[in-house]
């Protein structure tokens, strides 16, 4: 199935080195008996940068959530942002990695890879995942990858790739929704993923939940953000300081 970016959305409008400080948002989300359609705005983007939002001809954070002050994503009125990650379960374990303490919301929470969508819901958590959380053997040295993310890896990276299945390893898959991504009336993506909105930043949150099949001595690391990565029982986060999704997680019922 074909995919759009910002890359694609902004051609020719946007200075390179802009590009990923700009992403996406949902100009409309209407929510049905059986799927949550995500309704892509195709002709500009959002950015959290908002004294250069002139300069780059996009929409600032701030007056996307004064447009929603007073409409409701349900009625698929309410504009709104979009993010997406994992969570990726090796070993029975949820890997989570720590946020810096000079970030805005959540600072040194416990989080699980997740980012502000310039792609599909289903590849941004992909590229989340490969980004944030590198899994390494501490035999060879080789870096692991989620088989999964091959299609958004550059071609010919040189890694070993593990058997990633899309569920709940504690039996939540009747928390999964069936998400839909459209452009231009043109379906983009479907995929079974887990949801959460926050009205404290207006976003849809997506987790794409990813069962690991690896058997092997492994280093966890972020190169991303250089902050600690851990494999952590679900019984031990409750001790934990946490982002909500996670909490959220836990509250749903995985023991």
């Known amino acids: ?3 759009y970016t910002v890359k694609d959305l902004l051609e020719g409008k946007l200075p390179a080195v802009y590009r990923d400080k700009v992403f996406w948002f ?3 989300v209407i929510q049905t008996d059986e799927y949550i359609n995500l309704y892509i705005n ?14 780059l001809g996009v929409i600032p954070v701030s007056q996307l959530a004064s447009l929603s002050a007073t409409t409701s994503w349900n009625t698929g009125e309410k504009p709104v942002l979009v993010s997406s990650g994992s969570f990726l379960w090796i070993n029975g374990k949820l890997l989570v990695t720590q946020r810096t303490a000079d970030t805005k919301y959540d ?7 997740a980012g502000r969508c310039d792609d599909t819901p289903l590849r941004t958590a992909l590229k989340e995942t490969i980004e944030e959380i590198h899994v390494q053997s501490v035999e060879s040295g080789r870096l692991w990858m989620p088989d999964l993310a091959r299609g958004v890896l550059p071609e010919g990276t040189d890694v070993n790739f593990y058997p990633t ?3 709940f390893p504690y039996g939540l898959d009747g928390k999964l929704v069936k998400s839909r991504t459209w452009i231009d009336n043109k379906l983009i993506e479907e995929s079974m993923l887990w949801m959460m909105f926050s009205e404290k930043s207006n976003t849809i949150e997506f987790r794409v939940p990813l069962v690991a099949a690896i058997d092997e001595n492994l280093l966890y690391t ?4 250089h902050t600690d990565v851990q494999a952590v029982m679900l019984e031990e986060l409750k001790e934990m300081q946490l982002v909500p999704a996670v ?3 836990l509250s749903e019922g995985v023991t």
């Not at 972020?222 to 953000?225: A, K, M, S, T």
């Open 1 to 3: 199935m074909s995919h």
């Open 26 to 28: 949902a100009e409309r």
């Open 42 to 55: 195709n002709k500009t983007g959002l950015t959290a940068f908002e004294p250069f939002a002139q300069e």
């Open 107 to 113: 600072p040194l929470a416990w989080t699980a890879p």
């Open 165 to 167: 299945t899309v569920a």
């Open 222 to 225: 972020n190169p991303e953000y």
């Open 247 to 249: 909490r959220q997680l």
